[in-house]
């Protein structure tokens, strides 16, 4: 019962140079999140897929790109990393409908482990 | 625009001890509230909700109540035990397929 698998568990990168975070869920979640979390800002929005073939951005975008390759996955790309994107990031993945009401009624992100970047 | 505001951390409390972790928000007409929680080196995990005012959320022997007179929704336990410590967010979500907006975090140690 794998639920939200992120990878890499950890990574280091130095300045300018790019890389992807992969996450899957199998969970047949129409609904795919990823966050940053940082000391004292708390959990982050970077981008978020509504369902498969959508994506927008969330609080931080800036520096990211996302790709929604198909109904499990959904990867995030650092095309020029910087320090300042030093984090822990999440995936998330939920239920959702057509139905405004339908997230109220579940309300549930999975989230997978976590991702450790550093950027030197 | 949506947004949450909890009681900043950390907090630290002997086992047994009464937890409150303070949670207000702001949101136009009736949103969804919710309680996660991290355990050190996992992703967050949902520990209650609440969809309406007056309604209580319950589990693990947490609760939290939405009030929507004083727009808040606390989170409280009777007797905290070490394995509580932990992250705890407090989130809102209020309508369409927008993602929830989470508070910072409030961290609980509890010393044996």
């Known amino acids: 019962n794998a639920g939200v698998t992120q990878t890499p568990k950890f990574q280091v990168l130095k300045t300018g140079q790019s890389m992807t975070l992969q996450c899957a869920q199998d969970?047949?979640?129409?609904?795919m999140y990823w966050y940053r979390q940082d000391p004292g800002m708390g959990l982050r929005l970077i981008y978020y897929?509504?369902?498969?073939?959508?994506?927008d951005k969330g609080e931080v975008p800036n520096g990211y790109n996302v790709s929604r390759l198909n109904k499990r996955e959904f990867s995030l790309r650092l095309e020029s990393a910087a320090p300042s994107q030093t984090s822990v990031y999440f995936c998330a993945s939920s239920e959702s409908g057509s139905s405004p009401h339908f997230f109220a009624n579940t309300g549930e992100l999975f989230f997978g482990e976590g991702s450790r970047l550093t950027v030197l | 625009g949506n947004s949450v505001t909890q009681m900043e951390g950390p907090v630290t409390l002997s086992e047994e001890a009464f937890l409150t972790i303070n949670c207000t928000y702001t949101?136009?007409?009736?949103?969804?509230l919710f309680w996660y929680v991290q355990y050190p080196g996992e992703g967050l995990q949902l520990l209650l909700k609440?969809?309406?005012?007056?309604d209580k959320g319950s589990n693990k022997g947490f609760e939290a109540t939405y009030r929507k007179e004083t727009t808040s929704f606390h989170l409280e336990k009777g007797s905290v035990q070490v394995s509580d410590s932990a992250v705890y967010f407090c989130?809102?979500?209020?309508?369409?397929?927008?993602?929830?907006?989470f508070g910072k975090g409030t961290r609980l140690s509890v010393i044996a």
């Open positions: 969970m047949n979640h129409n609904s």
């Open positions: 989130a809102l979500w209020n309508s369409g397929n927008t993602p929830l907006v």
């Open positions: 949101a136009t007409g009736y949103p969804s």
């Open positions: 609440a969809t309406k005012a007056d």
């Open positions: 897929s509504a369902s498969e073939g959508t994506t």
